[in-house]
């Protein structure tokens, strides 16, 4: 599961007085400066039922409205190499097929009666579920949601209109070029058949059956593997009372242990050099590598490095420098997608004509060495760690997202103070350490170069950077 601690910061949070303001008034906003954001979030009361279902507490009375949250630890890294898919079929038909006794249409009448909402969804990493209801609400609510999560009925009907509902989306994922790009790039990085980048296909998603559903839920989701978030409009002793009337008899089972196997780094000096031939007004690409994971001890300087290359948006250096300075796109940047359980992805990217195609990669390889080779300069160090020490507050902008926090954190086994620990890293870095971290971390000798665009123009664009080689797309459906 990614939080995006580091991701684009457009918006900067600032506090000031009714003086300051005045002040302002008179003086260049250029030159305006603030005390950085202070604020404590509400600390959540954790629980733990007998079952070992884990629970977050956090009231909220301003509306009468609860939403509670299940994180659930199963997800498509457990699907068998012939059935790819499986876990997100799964998850769809847990809340479309019925469920808790209820068939799949008393289950949509009934929520639709109160105005409630429930979502079941499983991803690569975890499951996740959600119940939005009306306080007095709260009893039925929570009754077919957890029917729902126990006891899913996995009506054949509603497995077989799942099944065609992932094969029409698998028959038109080839039409969009920005998610044709990312998908072919994240192969190339991990290798089609590891769990971080392995696809459903229209055969894996044929050779599902109801039984398959039935027994994947039976194996992976259990009470001792579940973490449930609440907040809203409702007292402790009712929630608690509530939680253990739906959910504390439902005995514990095997948790599976995510893990996931590294992948293969390319050696030094081998770039792999890549297109796709589709017909396209524009050329999408995609230049990274693999990188490190979220623990790692460089990965706050790196994150940083990362914003001042191409991650902060309108003052990063791609967007001055592709974009604004030499016009050549419009839509470019930089992304560190640090991994917790996998390998984590260092990516830019951008969208280009095709007579530019080579111009832009070759700005993004010198910037690379740029940032390798100089340090930052004061105002880019400074600007970055103020951008991230403001954005922090909006970590904590609800009561639902300080639950979901705390909730991602336990989950993939980080601290509860981990972002104010990272928020105090950030404010005692030095160019010095930004500098070591690209050295370090950020490989031009490595890369790995996609593009999907006319076949006529992109090898000769692309010649300069490597070997060119032609991925075909196979045919869906």
Not at 337 to 358: C, D, P
Request: net charge neutral; glycine share 8%; with cysteine.
């Amino acid at each position: 599961m990614r939080r995006g601690i580091f991701s684009t910061v457009v918006l900067l949070l600032c506090v000031a007085t009714v003086a300051m303001a005045g002040d302002a008034a008179l003086g260049d906003p250029r030159t305006m400066t603030f005390k950085p954001v202070e604020f404590t979030p509400p600390e959540p009361e954790r629980i733990v039922l007998e079952n070992g279902l884990v629970v977050y507490l956090l009231e909220d009375h301003e509306l009468p409205l609860i939403t509670l949250t299940a994180t659930m630890r199963t997800g498509g890294w457990l699907d068998p190499a012939d059935k790819v898919g499986l876990a997100a079929l799964t998850g769809s038909v847990m809340r479309t097929g019925g469920g808790g006794g209820l068939s799949a249409e008393q289950v949509d009448q009934e929520l639709e009666q109160f105005a409630g909402d429930v979502s079941i969804a499983i991803g690569r990493q975890s499951g996740a579920a959600s119940l939005d209801v009306l306080s007095k609400d709260l009893k039925r609510g929570l009754q077919i949601f957890a029917g729902l999560l126990r006891a899913p009925a996995f009506e054949p009907a509603r497995v077989e209109l799942a099944k065609l509902q992932a094969i029409e989306s698998i028959r038109r994922r080839q039409d969009s070029p920005g998610s044709v790009v990312g998908r072919e790039f994240v192969k190339l990085l991990y290798g089609a058949d590891h769990p971080t980048a392995r696809e459903s296909s229209i055969a894996s998603i044929q050779h599902i059956t109801r039984e398959d559903l039935v027994s994947f839920h039976r194996r992976t989701v259990h009470p001792n593997g579940m973490i449930v978030g609440v907040t809203g409009d409702f007292s402790r002793e009712v929630m608690l009372a509530s939680l253990r009337a739906v959910f504390g008899d439902w005995p514990k089972g095997t948790v599976p242990t995510l893990t996931i196997p590294d992948a293969a780094e390319p050696a030094a000096g081998k770039t792999a050099v890549r297109f796709i031939n589709k017909e396209t007004s524009q050329t999408h690409l995609r230049v990274g590598h693999l990188s490190i994971r979220e623990q790692d001890p460089d990965y706050v300087p790196l994150a940083i490095v990362n914003d001042i290359l191409g991650g902060s948006s309108f003052r990063s250096r791609l967007f001055n420098d592709v974009r604004t300075k030499r016009g050549l796109a419009y839509s470019v940047g930089s992304r560190l997608n640090a991994g917790t359980y996998e390998q984590g992805v260092w990516l830019m990217r951008a969208e280009t004509k095709q007579t530019s195609t080579q111009e832009v990669v070759s700005r993004f390889v010198a910037n690379i060495e740029r940032i390798r080779t100089e340090p930052v300069t004061d105002g880019e160090l400074a600007e970055a760690k103020e951008a991230y020490v403001n954005s922090f507050v909006f970590s904590f902008a609800s009561p639902s997202a300080i639950v979901s926090r705390l909730i991602e954190l336990e989950y993939d086994g980080l601290p509860k103070d981990f972002l104010q620990q990272l928020r105090q890293k950030v404010v005692k870095l030095t160019k010095e350490e930004l500098l070591a971290a690209a050295k370090k971390h950020l490989h031009p000798d490595r890369l790995t170069i996609i593009a999907v665009g006319s076949g006529t123009t992109l090898p000769a664009a692309l010649a300069g950077f490597g070997e060119v080689k032609e991925i075909t797309l196979a045919p869906e459906g």
